[in-house]
């Protein structure tokens, strides 16, 4: 059973930038594919990014490009998640995901796996 903790949320302004951290366990890093999630209040869960096994393959959701951005460090188990000009209405709990294998997930449907969240919250 794969393990997935986040860290790195907290609050911030509009315009301001955080970095989320993922660390997976109990799996080899490199044989996954990784992603991001978000689950806004009243919302549902929504697909913000996804990384292939090496790292040189990405996709975003139109809400979030060109100001997100999603790396992997393989050596050290851990992607991550740049945020940039950050929006109120990027407010959510994110949620790191994984799938086991070498494609690029694309669809919030395509993990496997997911991480307990960690909340982002954008201040006006």
């Known amino acids: 059973q794969v393990q997935l903790v986040e860290s790195g949320g907290g609050l911030v302004q509009a315009g301001g930038s955080l970095r989320l951290s993922c660390a997976l366990f109990?799996?080899?890093?490199?044989?996954?594919?990784m992603g991001w999630l978000r689950q806004a209040p009243g919302k549902e869960r929504e697909f913000v990014a996804a990384i292939n096994w090496s790292g040189a393959v990405t996709t975003y959701a139109d809400s979030v490009k060109g100001r997100f951005t999603i790396s992997r460090d393989n050596a050290n188990n851990t992607m991550y998640l740049q945020m940039n000009s950050l929006k109120p209405e990027d407010t959510a709990v994110y949620y790191c995901?994984?799938?086991?294998?070498?494609?690029?997930?694309?669809?919030?449907?395509?993990?496997?796996?997911w991480g307990q969240g960690s909340q982002v919250t954008v201040s006006s």
């Open positions: 109990k799996r080899p890093f490199t044989r996954n594919a």
């Open positions: 995901a994984a799938r086991p294998g070498s494609s690029l997930p694309t669809l919030l449907t395509d993990f496997t796996s």
